[in-house]
DNA sequence: AACATAATCGGATAGTTATCCGGATGTCAA
DNA sequence: TTGACATCCGGATAACTATCCGATTATGTT
């Protein structure tokens, strides 16, 4: 490991036992896990997405691959890591900020806007997220994001669509989000953040009630919320 | 979709190159190829996808590693080609077969017999076309089997939704169709086919069997049932 | 039948991901 | 302060993808 002197000692436990379970993990453990976030932070900002590999953020960081392994499980649970904070904060506003995102707008307005704000945050980090989605072709949807953005979402077609299979919508919704996709469609083809969530605005329009808010296109036609045929024959069956 | 490296430069034949399309490539060229397939194939049969590897079919079929990347280029090439068999079928039916997959259905109609039919693909080779997807995240969509999807969808779509990004919503409605994804819903999640079908023809149905948007004021009188039960569609829609 | 040429073959090599486990070190208790 | 032990470190190792290029061989011509 580094030289580094020992931090300070004291931190005696006699605090408050913290509310949450924090396990206490050795302090060169956090070192290194913050100093490797660090590094492949840079490597991404400095020499770009092929550049972050395992060996190489191992090497500048000072430490073994297996360090890195074990802290994030693989390069996908490193990029996930790495976006940590910009997750958050999009979790933030859809769980508790304001509308339409946030709480308070009617469930499709809702549904419209995580979807725009997931595509600005593609435009952000697609490069990087579609090296993760290529570690495993169902990488993606073990990841606690997906599985927080797919209960979003769910709920709220649940609201807006009362017959539908919410379940399978939300994944059919998240779909078109996959980074793979959107850097084909933005770096590709060129096509504009703007273009895509018209895109998306088409699809959310026609699959639940249209909204009073007139954005792109889409014209609010009339297109009541009937109750659809209820069950549809298949057992809904959620893990 | 036979997507190989096209070899063969201009030769002055003056021979009419009518019938026989296929004649430059070497006697061993072709043996080699068609064993590496067999093997290959043989390989997934026997042991599983995850048995598939490029040393392995290299090894099992008694040539060099560099034949078998010469002549797919990478393990995505390799499994388009072990699927080209099954592909091709599935673009006759959709291009000249019978309806509603093929010519004289409406366009709704086509597009979700083409969604059904892309689904039944995906539950015999899902996991198989989950490692191709993840050889490289973008890899899905510069493929040519994608890029014919692509082309016709866009075109029944722009024929139901005049007024809408038919190019963008071709792409989003395969999105759901991910090899990853389904991987995903079937095996993990257990969800049937014909659940997936109707999730599928739940977004149809709120897409194009609705009143258009914009200006061309389609006076359907709303009310469209997106997509019941899998199969019978909305009968309202004639040529 | 022998030749010239271009295309193919296939092993060596480089770079990555991921795992394993003996050794080093931090943390807590006495 | 000292000691015991759980945890962490990190290099060695195995497997795989992909590329390169000299050696080999098929093919059409003379």
């Known amino acids: 490991m580094s030289r ?16 949450g379970a924090e396990r206490p993990r050795r302090a060169d453990a956090v070192r290194n896990r913050g100093r490797i976030l660090a590094i492949a932070a840079d490597i991404v900002a400095t020499r770009g997405v092929t550049a972050l590999t ?39 506003s859809f769980m508790a900020g304001a509308p339409p995102l946030g709480p308070g707008a009617p469930p499709a307005e809702r549904v419209r806007a995580f979807l725009h704000a997931y595509v600005d945050l593609l435009d952000d980090y697609a490069p990087l997220m579609a090296v993760a989605e290529a570690t495993s072709s169902t990488g993606r949807f073990r990841g606690g994001a997906y599985a927080v953005h797919h209960v979003h979402l769910t709920t709220l077609i649940g609201e807006a669509l009362p017959g539908g299979d919410a379940h399978y919508l ?14 084909h469609h933005r770096h590709e083809r060129g096509m504009s953040t703007e273009r ?6 088409e699809i959310v329009g026609g699959l639940l009630t249209a909204a009073p808010r007139t954005a792109s296109g889409r014209a609010g036609s009339g297109r009541s919320p009937r109750g659809g045929p209820a069950g549809r024959g298949e057992p809904d069956q959620r893990a």
Do not use: C, H
């Open 4 to 19: 580094e002197p020992a931090r300070r000692r004291g931190r005696r436990r006699l605090d408050l036992p913290v509310a």
């Open 54 to 92: 395992m060996n190489e953020v191992a090497a500048a960081a000072g430490v073994g691959v297996g360090t890195v392994y074990r802290r994030f499980g693989d390069l996908a649970g490193l990029i996930g890591a790495v976006m940590d904070e910009r997750e958050s904060r999009l979790q933030e």
């Open 170 to 183: 939300a994944d059919a919704l998240l779909a078109p989000l996959a980074a793979g996709l959107f850097v």
């Open 196 to 201: 895509i969530k018209a895109g998306l605005d």
